[in-house]
Each structure stands twice: as C-alpha cells, then as structure tokens.
Antibody, heavy 130, light 107 residues
Framework: QLQLQESGPGLVKPSETLSLTCTVSGGSISTTNYYWAWIRQPPGKGLEWIGSIYYSGTTYYKSSLTSRVTIYLDASKNQFSLKLSSVTAADTAVYYC??????????????????????WGQGTLVSVSS | SYEVTQPPSVSVSPGQTASITCSGDKLGDKFASWYQQKPGQSPVLVIYQDTKRPSGIPERFSGSNSGNTATLTIRGTQAMDEADYYCQARDSNIGGVFGGGTKLTVL
C-alpha cells in the first residue's frame, strides 16, 4: 500500500524559505503513471494545489506561486521535495504531499483532461512567524 | 482563471440522501473529482472522473456531472459521513482547481 510522509520544520521565519520533503513507501516515484504533488490548506480554509512533478523531473506550478516555488525529486531516496521562498504569514498552512494522476485526454466517452489526487500524506503544519 | 463554487453547508437526516453541488462554467465538459475530509484528517478521494469510485469507497457514494454542475450524492447517509467535501476540476493547469468546500452535517 502506497504511503507518503511529509517532513520538515514546523516553523519558518518571514522572508525565509520553507523546505519540506515527502518520503514515498510502498511504491516507486519513478513511475510513468503518476505525478507527485504538493497541496496546502490554511487553517480553517480550503485546499490549494501548489505544484506537481513527473518522474522525469518536469514540473508544473500554480501560476500565482511560480516565482517562489521549486519542486524536485530524488529517485535514489524515493523522495520529492518542496521549496517555497520569501514566505509570509499567508503561507501558514498544512502542507500535504500526494500522488497525482493527470492526463490531457480522458477515456473515449469524454475526451477531456482529468486530474485527481490519491493517496494523501498525513500533512504537516508549517507556521510562518518571527 | 477557472473557478468552481460549492455551497458552504448542507444538512441531511440519517438514512436520507445528501446532494452536494459544485458549479462552474461548462463544468460538464471537464472531469470532476470529490474528496472527503474529516476533522483532523487528510482528504480522501471518494469520486474521480465524475462517476468512478476508488476501491474501498462505499457504494452509497456516487457522482454525476452535466452542464454547469457536478453533484456528489450520498444515499442512506450515515453519521460517519459527516465531513467537509471538496470538488476539484482540471483546468488549464494539471492540478486543477478546488472548490471552497461544503460542510455536510448529519442531523
């Protein structure tokens, strides 16, 4: 059974860089079938996709975060990581790492792009405060 | 950018049918997914590609998507189904967008 586990500091100072790592067990991140994603959830609020990475290293980021986000992977450790620079209090959130299924074209009955996230890590709260 | 909208809350009596909607421009032309999140827990995928259930998700959960609205339907709602539910649709970004979430209360 695939499991994902986030790790990293729970407190980051404003203007500094948030760094998190996701360790994947029960499966390889070097699969062609999935992407690997980071999603966050501010306290009491909804979900926000941050970005995804493919086994090849190709990355996709939410447009509003592109200038501050880097996602990379280490296949030898079966891990992928998130860096978010110049953080502010607005970046305080629970950060989830997730396996991501996406394609530009769906099945024969509906040729539309699709995307879903499953399973999710347990999440880690990162607070931005001095 | 594309947006999807959910009602903040829905209430249902035990054993009845709950319907949670997700609205967006021509959403029926896209694929929708649904996630259940109980307090203090990570989200769980309950519906993907509009109508499909992952293994382990009870048959009482079903989905539909047409026109501008995707709907998550829970038949025979149980107390354990009380949770926040989020819809998600892919737009020009591979990660897509999430709705703001709907709190389902089983009264």
């Amino acid at each position: 059974q695939l499991q994902l586990q986030e790790s990293g500091p729970g407190l980051v100072k404003p203007s500094e860089t948030l760094s998190l790592t996701c360790t994947v067990s029960g499966g390889s991140i070097s699969t062609t079938n999935y992407y690997w994603a980071w999603i966050r959830q501010p306290p009491g609020k909804g979900l926000e996709w941050i970005g995804s990475i493919y086994y090849s290293g190709t990355t996709y980021y939410k447009s509003s975060l592109t200038s501050r986000v880097t996602i990379y992977l280490d296949a030898s450790k079966n891990q992928f990581s998130l860096k978010l620079s110049s953080v502010t209090a607005a970046d305080t959130a629970v950060y989830y790492c997730v396996r991501h299924k996406s394609s530009a074209s769906g099945p024969f009955y509906k040729r539309a792009p699709y995307s879903w996230f499953d399973p999710w890590g347990q999440g880690t709260l990162v607070s931005v405060s001095s | 950018s594309y947006e999807v909208t959910q009602p903040p809350s829905v209430s249902v009596s035990p054993g009845q049918t709950a319907s949670i909607t997700c609205s967006g421009d021509k959403l029926g032309d896209k694929f929708a997914s649904w996630y259940q999140q109980k307090p203090g827990q990570s989200p769980v995928l309950v519906i993907y590609q509009d109508t499909k259930r992952p293994s382990g998700i009870p048959e009482r959960f079903s989905g539909s998507n047409s026109g501008n609205t995707a709907t998550l339907t829970i038949r025979g709602t149980q107390a354990m189904d009380e949770a926040d539910y989020y819809c998600q649709a892919r737009d020009s970004n591979i990660g897509g967008v999430f709705g703001g979430g709907t709190k389902l209360t089983v009264l």
